[in-house]
Structures are given as structure tokens and as C-alpha cells.
């Protein structure tokens, strides 16, 4: 059997063929259109760091920080905006990245503040705006301050992150758990990048 060196100049030629194929495209002018001005009026203020997620029903479901604590909007594809939740400091305040629309139709995420000990809520709320808080952060085992939207397992649970640790919530039983501390590994630390 003969082996063949390639000189390492030859190497580079396929992926410098193929890196100059893929931004040929880019070269091309593109026109970026806002789809909606958020104007701070009825809840639609500050959607930073927000991303949106498609309905069941084909709307748009965000959350903001504006009406003072934050909300939780609809946006239709005819640029609609309903402000569909309004938080108030107990029930939460400071709303996460955006929310997960789960198999059992409802949208679940999580506040970074407010709540009964100020250290954020996991809440759900259906498609016309009905608001449930799930589970009330305090600070302690549990972790505080979840910001990241949760994750739908193949089992139907949600895994999400709080500071310190991962949980889980079970919707088909109502079963919320701390599933991960970081404390168990000997120190405390704030993660909070998503799953």
C-alpha cells in the first residue's frame, strides 16, 4: 500500500473553496425592514435580550421589560401587539430570555427577580394570557434568579438553570425538584448560560 502526502499548501484549497462558495452570497445588499417599534406603552418596552417564539396559533410570544416590572407579549404576524401579562413585583419581575412553548400547550419561563423572596419565579401561562407561578425562588437549595427559558425533554419534563443549580418540573404531575447544585461540588457559583 502507497501513501501520499499532500503538501500542506494543497490542504488548504478545499476548505478555502468551499469558505469562498458559502459567503458568496454575502456580497449581495440586503434590506433589513423592523417588523415592530417597541414604544414603552402598554407593556411593549425594553424586549432586550428577548428571543420570540411561534404559537400553536402562528402569533409571536415574547416577554419585555417594560410596564414597570415587565410582561409577557403576543405580537401576530400582522403586527399586532397584545400585552397579554403584566408583572407585578410578587408574582415576579424582570423577565427571563423568552419562553418555551411546551407539548402541553403552555408557556413556561422563568422571572430573574421579584417574587415572594426576590429571588425570581418559574411561572406558566396559556396562550390567552392566564398566568400561574410554578414555583416561588428562595435563594437556598432551590437557587435563585433563573433567567434562561427551560428545555423539553424527550420525557416531557423541563430542565432549566438557576443560579447554582439545574431544575426540573414535571407538568403532567405539578412535581418541581432541584435536580443539580453547584454546592454540592464545594463551592457556589453563578451559571446561568441555558441548557
Given amino acids: ?7 500542506p499548501q494543497l490542504r488548504a ?3 478555502m ?13 440586503q434590506t433589513v425592514t423592523p417588523f415592530y417599534n417597541f414604544t414603552n406603552q402598554n407593556g411593549s418596552g425594553f424586549p432586550q435580550d428577548v428571543a420570540l417564539i411561534q404559537g400553536r396559533d402562528s402569533n409571536l ?29 410578587t408574582d415576579g419581575c ?8 411546551a407539548s402541553d400547550g403552555n408557556f413556561y419561563g422563568g422571572t430573574s427577580g421579584g417574587g415572594i423572596d426576590q429571588n425570581g419565579v418559574f411561572f406558566k401561562m396559556t396562550a390567552s394570557g392566564v398566568f400561574t407561578a410554578i414555583h416561588y425562588f428562595t435563594g437556598g437549595t432551590d437557587g435563585s434568579h433563573p ?13 432549566a438553570v438557576a443560579q447554582s443549580v439545574v431544575y426540573k418540573y414535571v407538568p403532567s404531575s405539578g412535581s418541581f425538584s432541584t435536580i443539580l447544585s453547584v454546592q454540592q461540588w ?7 448560560p441555558g441548557l
Fill in 17 to 29: 473553496v468551499m469558505f469562498l462558495s458559502m459567503i458568496g452570497g454575502f456580497g449581495h445588499s
Fill in 1 to 7: 500500500m502507497r501513501h501520499i502526502a499532500i503538501k
Fill in 61 to 89: 410570544y415574547g416577554m419585555s421589560y417594560g410596564s414597570p416590572d415587565g410582561s409577557i407579549f403576543k405580537l401576530s404576524t400582522s403586527r399586532v401587539f397584545t400585552n397579554l401579562f403584566a408583572f407585578s413585583f
Fill in 147 to 159: 433567567f434562561t427559558p427551560p428545555v423539553e425533554a424527550s420525557d416531557g419534563s423541563l430542565y
Fill in 94 to 101: 424582570c423577565p427571563g430570555e423568552g419562553l418555551t412553548l
Fill in 186 to 192: 464545594g463551592r457556589r457559583c453563578a451559571f446561568n
Fill in 13 to 15: 484549497v478545499p476548505f
